[in-house]
């Protein structure tokens, strides 16, 4: 019954590769995003998408893409992995009440090794 | 952007003891307001939230103070125990979508 849940837990890949990572959230929440956070444990936001829709889309290079089949789920693909893109990548949902900001809630994070 | 940051990265107290974690942000626009718990391996987990229209909210040992003036947050953890060992952030939101910005962090470490 996890709220937010994410695929896989730790991933391990070289430099070059492109890889997914998945998230599903079972709360009904209309709004889902993803966070990097780095070894300094800042977290950043990368992406928000509303009911399919991206609304925001910080500073991410455009080899970060994500995608959103249904308003639960919302993957996150990267092309070419660079060494820089090692950190812990976590997906987040929120319900959405027009021009009233809501909790987020985290899913277990997805930690992710380039080599 | 937003700027979030946190007075001590770690903070070490004795089990029992009060904590009191602090946090700072820059954007005087910045009206709703989140503490997050982080545990090794997981994600980070909501504890307490307030919004701008407050100084005080309290919950179950944990309480935050709002001041705007000098657009400061903390979390006061009372009697605290080996199990509150996380880090913990503050983020905010300056109410243009549901886009939080995070603190840095600060680690607390309770001793037994």
């Known amino acids: 019954d996890t709220a937010v849940s994410q695929t896989p837990k730790y991933l391990v890949t070289q430099m070059g590769n492109d890889k997914s990572i998945k998230c599903e959230q079972n709360l009904g929440h209309d709004t889902m995003y993803w966070y990097k956070q780095d070894s300094k444990k800042f977290l950043k936001i990368m992406f928000s998408?509303?009911?399919?829709?991206?609304?925001i889309n910080e500073t991410v290079p455009n080899r970060f893409s994500p995608k959103s089949p249904d308003k639960a789920h919302l993957n996150l693909h990267i092309n070419s992995l660079e060494l820089g893109d090692s950190a812990v990548y976590f997906c987040?949902?929120?319900?959405?009440?027009?021009?009233?900001?809501?909790?987020?809630?985290f899913g277990p994070g997805t930690r992710l090794l380039v080599l | 952007g937003e700027s979030v940051g946190l007075h001590l990265p770690t903070l070490s107290v004795q089990e029992g003891d009060n904590s009191i974690i602090n946090c700072a942000y820059s954007?005087?626009?910045?009206?709703?307001f989140i503490w997050y718990k982080q545990e090794s391996g997981k994600g980070p987990q909501f504890i307490i939230d307030?919004?701008?229209?407050?100084d005080k909210r309290q919950g179950q040992r944990v309480t935050v103070l709002l001041n705007k003036t000098v657009k400061h947050l903390s979390l006061q953890i009372a009697a605290t125990q080996p199990g509150d060992s996380a880090v913990y952030f503050c983020a905010e939101n300056t109410g243009t979508g549901n886009q939080f910005y995070f603190g840095t962090g600060t680690s607390l470490t309770v001793i037994p």
């Open positions: 307030i919004r701008s229209n407050m």
């Open positions: 987040a949902s929120s319900q959405d009440r027009r021009g009233v900001q809501e909790t987020q809630y």
């Open positions: 954007n005087s626009a910045s009206d709703y």
């Open positions: 998408y509303n009911n399919k829709e991206l609304i």
